[in-house]
């Protein structure tokens, strides 16, 4: 197994991969000797991690450091992010590599002697070969190198020179082999044992340390007295020079300098008393930069070196926080009991992560009774709920105290034998995770909260107290409730017959589990995989569940769009024909609905005959309520949003390939359905930061209920979807008519606003003259009938990609928003007996249209609007999808394009956009970055920025 060409990495590159919640679980399991097997073959790293009786595989593609592709089982590996099993094999491999767990930036003295001639030079986070490129070595000489030496330290900067190029070590790629001299072996295999296993731009050296890389040094080495200035000194000058200021001590440890802490960084110190070490325990260091001494009513820091990269920014630092230097000792001075609590409470983390002090024994003994006030959790079951009780208390400290202390500005309370600290980490802690589960960003601080969980609840709470890092039991049944939404890995087998589960696809009865796990649990979700892969066979799975397991609460409902009622009947009758279906649509199929009206297993009606027939399902219960394309109801306002809330069901799921389009709102109104009362609704006059945090709140909190597959994952059979966008530029007549619009609009506007008009009237407006200037766009004859279809732009770019795309035997799928335009461009295929399918929102039998396309191979073209078009078909015949007119939402145009690019096409797709340049059009496109980007927050549980089509969105696309 090979690792020097494994990348080195860091606790923060380890954390930016994944997060500092999974980096540190994978510590854990690295700690508990979890992993198992490892393998590195460039660029691959896989190998297996046992974790809570499970055993994971985790395989992560290290091609490309900035995209890392992960594959594992558990639920964050089985989205493509890089989970915690596949950070522990990284930090397993570079156990392996360091044989250490972490990477300690300076070794014992006994390991860190000065090197015999004999000792072969062993490097191991660069690679060494005669066929590399030359690697020569510059360090840069203090210029108060002699009283350094008097000090036992000398702060020297190191940095690599490849030909004419120079790099900071942390800077050098490390990917290809470079060529170097025995010495500079020698010399640099010493160097990266004292600095424990890597190289650092700043280095500390002992007087001896330097002696032997002056004395070993050849011509690749090379020197330059004092820093800041390019010129090099000879080497013979180097030694006549410096050697005699360097007296003869014994071999000892380097101290670390800025590029060097004893902790990686990064990795925070825990904030409870059981990995808290005591001030009292602390190893005094007295050959540290900075040393602290003091008591609990004053503190000293002496910084021992003005030349130190890290000294202006601590000094400035400490005067900030109150200190002041005395020029008759040099030392920083704070002289005030309050400021000094307040500051060890407040900054010694920061103290620490920084400088890394050292501490002088007469602190240590004097600081002996200052203690952190821990943050304890304790759970109970009430019922079918939990109770959660979180509180920062200590022996002798009640409550109260805490937050009397909090509101007199003290973060320490003085006892009668100890002193107790309020840490900021802690209290920081606390407050995210009240504040989140309370549901109010301005919930004060009071030291103790108390909650009641929902089934819902448990598993974003369960992250909360991770994040906590508090070692607590949680109940098994709290547990095995939230463990398979959290990580997919421990779902259990849904009850599905052999032949069933064979026949799907292992991502899809992942996705049948998941459903099945939350119906057991009485909860719901939103299966939002990417069209094409078959969210309405995984639903019919659950069904067949549902039968299998028997426990009969009453019939099953699915909702769906009126145009996917045959697609689903076709489908059910493909997978599940043992299912006795009832069909609840059209007025001749109808019956009056009560209890006992719906002996069969289903019931499958559309939106608007729910709404038409709400008093009827009112009467029902059912066991478990499917809503099929539910975007349709993300208006929670609507008679069909409110129909389907009232429905009586145990268990609630959503399919929508766009749980998302233009706000969180969107998100909030499924959520109503699915999880009622889940995400309680901020107040509607929130602005600002405060409905930032509730959007955020609920982005994390909807997250463990979403599931989302990329075909790029799971499907990575599917050929290459190639998009391409074309700028055409308006003709002439068409840029005239276009700014007749534009300039007649503004008027309007300004008319309207100085009359007082409402926003809402404004809004209106503006929505209807966008909608004219969209149509001047795509064909002026939409706007004037005088206008021929030729006049327009768009139109002969698309001749020539229609004639082109036919000449090699490409079929093609048109899009467009505008009904009359699709019925143009049917009339001029006719007249020039080009074969085509039409589908709009008239079309009755649209499977029966995909048909025709996908079986005869003479039809051409398939001209379909776009939103009767966008959900439910499957038109794999075609392999060219063309948007003659581009929309704000590019979920809705990719779900459009996923007609041809879905399971079942075994060709590249090409999706060409067609945009006027210097029009709305063009500032549509910037609109859809940021539509695309809200969508991306909620898919990859990050934050957000509300994207809402506003009133100034509004003015900018007109101006």
């Known amino acids: 197994m090979g690792t020097l060409d494994f990348p080195d990495f860091t606790n923060e590159s380890l954390a930016e991969m994944g997060s500092w919640t999974d980096l540190r679980e994978a510590r854990h399991l690295v700690k508990a000797d979890s992993v198992g097997e490892l393998s590195w073959e460039h660029p691959v790293l896989s190998g297996e991690v046992s974790g809570d009786g499970q055993l994971f595989k985790p395989s992560l593609n290290l091609r490309s450091l900035t995209f890392i592709q992960n594959q594992c089982q558990c639920r964050v590996g089985s989205s493509g992010r890089v989970c915690a099993h596949a950070l522990a094999l990284c930090l397993a491999m570079r156990k392996h590599i360091l044989q250490e767990e972490s990477i300690p930036p300076a070794v014992p003295v006994e390991k860190a002697e000065i090197p015999e001639p004999d000792d072969g030079p062993i490097i191991s986070s660069l690679k060494i070969a005669e066929s590399g490129e030359t690697l020569s070595t510059r360090f840069w000489l203090p210029p108060n190198l002699e009283a350094a030496a008097k000090r036992q330290g000398i702060v020297v900067k190191m940095e690599f020179l490849v030909g004419k190029e120079a790099f900071s070590p942390e800077k050098l790629f490390k990917g290809k082999p470079y060529r170097i001299t025995e010495n500079a072996g020698r010399i640099l295999s010493f160097l990266e044992r004292i600095c424990g296993g890597s190289f650092y731009s700043v280095i500390q050296l002992k007087p001896d340390q330097l002696k032997f890389l002056i004395e070993t040094a050849d011509d690749t080495i090379r020197f330059s007295e004092g820093q800041g200035t390019p010129e090099e000194t000879p080497l013979e000058q180097i030694r006549e020079r410096i050697l005699p200021m360097l007296p003869d001590t014994p071999p000892a440890q380097a101290i670390p300098s800025r590029g060097q802490t004893r902790r990686p960084a990064g990795v925070r110190r825990s904030v409870t008393p059981r990995t808290r070490q005591p001030v009292s325990e602390r190893v005094l260091l007295p050959d540290n930069w900075m040393v602290v001494d003091g008591s609990p009513k004053f503190l000293s820091i002496l910084l021992r070196e003005r030349e130190h990269p890290q000294y202006k920014r601590c000094a400035d630092w400490l005067r900030s926080e109150g200190f002041r230097k005395e020029p008759s000792n040099g030392k920083w001075w704070l002289r005030d009991q309050h400021k000094v609590l307040n500051f060890l409470a407040l900054n010694r983390e920061r103290l620490e992560a920084n400088y890394d002090p050292g501490y002088t024994e007469n602190f240590r003994q004097r600081t002996a009774i200052i203690k952190p006030v821990p943050l304890t959790c304790e759970t109970v079951r009430q019922g079918d709920q939990f109770s959660l009780r979180m509180e920062m208390k200590a022996e002798g400290i009640e409550v109260r105290d805490v937050r009397n202390a909090l509101l007199t500005g003290r973060h320490y309370i003085v006892g009668d034998e100890l002193i107790y600290l309020i840490e900021k980490a802690a209290l920081e802690q606390f407050e995210r995770a009240s504040r989140s589960l309370g549901g109010d960003p301005h919930m004060p601080m009071t030291g103790v909260f108390e909650a009641r969980l929902s089934s819902a609840d448990l598993a974003h709470t369960e992250g909360l107290i991770d994040d906590l890092d508090l070692e607590i039991d949680l109940p098994d049944d709290w547990k095995k409730r939230s463990a398979a939404i959290r990580e997919v890995g421990r779902l259990e087998q849904p009850p599905l017959l052999e032949e069933v589960s064979q026949r799907l696809r292992a991502y899809q009865l992942v996705g049948v589990a998941w459903m099945w796990h939350l119906y057991r649990n009485q909860l719901g979700g939103i299966l939002a995989d990417e069209m094409g892969l078959g969210k309405t066979i995984q639903a019919i799975g659950l069904l067949l569940s549902w039968k299998a397991e028997g426990e009969f609460k009453g019939p099953c409902l699915v909702v769906a769009p009126a145009s996917l009622l045959g697609n689903w009947q076709r489908e059910l009758s ?132 979403i599931l989302r597959r990329g075909k790029a994952l799971v499907a990575p059979e599917l050929p290459e979807k190639i998009e391409q966008t074309i700028w055409c530029e308006l003709e002439p007549g068409q840029r005239d008519l276009y700014q007749g619009v534009r300039e007649k609009t503004e008027q309007t506007l300004l008319q309207m606003a100085a009359a007082g008009a409402s926003e809402n009237r404004l809004r209106f407006t503006m929505l209807t003259e966008l909608l004219r200037l969209r149509q001047v766009c795509a064909d002026p004859g939409l706007l004037n009938p005088e206008y021929a279809l030729e006049d327009s732009s768009k139109f002969r770019v698309f001749k020539e990609l229609l004639s082109e795309a036919i000449d090699g035997g490409h079929r093609i799928l048109v899009f467009s928003q505008f009904v009359k335009l699709l019925k143009r461009l049917r009339g001029w295929f006719e007249a020039e007996e080009i074969g085509y399918e039409y589908l709009d929102g008239s079309t009755r039998d649209r499977l029966a249209v995909c048909d025709r396309f996908n079986e005869d191979e003479s039809i051409s073209v398939c001209l379909i609007s776009l939103k009767a078009g966008g959900t439910g078909l499957n038109l794999t015949g075609a392999d060219t999808v063309v948007h003659f007119d581009p929309w704000w939402n590019p979920a809705v145009e990719d779900q459009a394009t996923d007609r041809a690019h879905r399971i079942g096409q075994n060709r590249t797709v090409t999706s060409y956009k067609l945009v006027t340049e210097g029009t709305v059009e063009d500032k549509v496109l910037a609109l859809q970055m940021k539509k695309s980007m809200l969508l991306k927050d909620l898919l990859d549980e990050s934050a957000h920025q509300s994207a809402k089509v506003d009133l100034t969105t509004l003015k900018s696309l007109l101006s």
Do not use: M
Request: with cysteine; aromatic share 8%; proline share 6%.
């Open 574 to 705: 493909v997978w599940a024909p043992g299912l006795s279906v009832y069909l609840h649509h059209g007025p001749s199929r109808r019956s009056e609905l009560d209890e006992d009206a719906i002996p069969e297993d289903l019931c499958l009606t559309s939106y608007s005959t729910l709404r038409n027939d709400r008093d009827q399902f009112q009467k029902c219960s059912f066991s478990l309520a499917i809503a099929d394309e539910a975007q349709h109801v993300k208006n929670r306002r609507s008679h069909a949003a409110r129909s389907l809330r009232s429905i009586a069901a145990s268990s609630r799921f959503i399919l929508t390939g766009t749980p998302i389009e233009n706000s969180i709102e969107d998100l909030r109104a499924l959520f109503d359905f699915c999880l009622p009362g889940y995400l309680k609704r901020p107040p509607s006059d929130l602005r600002g930061e405060d409905r930032s945090w509730h959007d955020k709140q609920h982005l994390e909190k909807a997250a463990p209920y």
